[in-house]
């Protein structure tokens, strides 16, 4: 006789992605695009990521038991609270947490840092690299714990909180005392002004920022990269508008053609996904379908035609591959197949999450939905691009790191909120 328990028909804790086992060589390529950022893609990220540093070394220096990553999440929540209360809780691509948070309220930095408080991927996660790159943290490693500020970062601090004074004390003072005292915060109006991912940082910090992505204490090729790369946008956004068939002035060969190369391997990776998806849906309602009997499905040839397209448009690209072991000309070998049915037995196998191989069927998989939309891939846990990647005057395909660099450069420019919201532009006119 078996025993067991009965499981869910569905595990809600696996995520629907599909990293296909190439993670690696999307870093690599985002990574060679602006190196550095990671996830940055507004200036109110690194100060509230960094302002959490500070406040946990000084709550760690009175003999107080919090983790960096405690006091970084209960800051940012706090952050998107003020944020949400004071727009009556509309929804911003700034601002995470509204669902969990809607209603809550008398705030504690005791409730605050609880895990089941704010959201489980915080904006924290998307800048641990440029923390790092940047200059503002000291760590033996990349685990946010280890963080400790350096001057730079505290600089930063003092110059993107200037002139906001909850109580009369500087924000960060007032979060410490809140913090050790286990008494109520108060959102004040300077503290709101301060926190608010909506609420513009001073231009001093502003300058500072743009400095340190130009000038960083890093590796001279990230930081020539960086600026080169902010002088490209900027001029972007002054109307220039730009494709591949051109290289911009600011951009040397070398980075262009990885920029290019990039774009390639992203499209056959996307083209592939598209491939996954429609044999998804085809099986949706039979839970079970052969690849001869994928091949025929119309809508899964299309796809398969498409993507063997996109990869020989990589495959074709004379640039050498950068990713380790040349896993991305490897994947693209595997989606140029002259034999359909072989992608589409290497494209299941690299899934093995929404749809797994059997033989010659393909099944359902433990995060199968038949065909709702994935989750966000949390290799990059990037900004707002990929939605307005139509509104953004760069070259088709291109790196989400170069559109995220876009958006920030509107926020040092001060016309982010304005970019976000275009329907509130337009009723200005």
Known sequence: MNWGLLGPEHLGGLRRTRALGLGSAVRKFN????????????????????????????????????TTIEAANA?????????????????????????????????????????????TQPMRMATV????????????NQRFNSFRCTDTARDFIDAASVGCKPFG??????????????ATIGTTLPLVKALSPLQPIASD??????????????SSVHSARRKNGLAWVSSVANGQKSNWTSRPTPIDADHWNDLHLGARFFATRDAAIDVLNAIETAIASTLRISIPESVRVPSVDRKLQALRQKSKEYLDDTTPDPTDGQMATNF?????DPEPAQIMRSLVSRDARVMLLRGENILPGPAFRGGQDLEEDEDELQGPSEQNADRIPLPTGISPRVRNLYLLQLDL?????AFLKPQDRAAAV
């Open 75 to 119: 800051i940012e929540a706090l952050a998107c609270w003020c944020a949400f209360t004071s727009t009556s809780w509309e929804q911003d691509s700034r601002l995470r947490g509204r669902q969990k948070m809607l209603g809550k309220s008398d705030l504690t930095f005791a409730k605050l840092r609880q895990s089941s408080f704010y959201v």
């Open 31 to 66: 990574q060679l695009a602006v190196p550095g950022l990671g996830g940055v893609w507004f200036a109110k990220q690194l100060y509230l990521a960094t302002l959490g540093v500070a406040v946990a070394e000084r709550l760690r220096a009175a003999g107080r038991s919090v």
């Open 413 to 417: 420019s001060g016309q982010l909120g």
């Open 332 to 336: 693209c070998r595997e989606c140029a």
């Open 205 to 218: 910090a502003l300058v500072m920022l743009r400095d340190v992505l130009c000038k960083s204490s890093g």
């Open 169 to 182: 004390v500087s924000v960060e003072e007032y979060l410490v005392r809140q913090a050790s005292n286990a």
């Open 129 to 140: 690299e440029a923390l790092v790159d940047l200059g503002f943290v000291e760590a033996g």
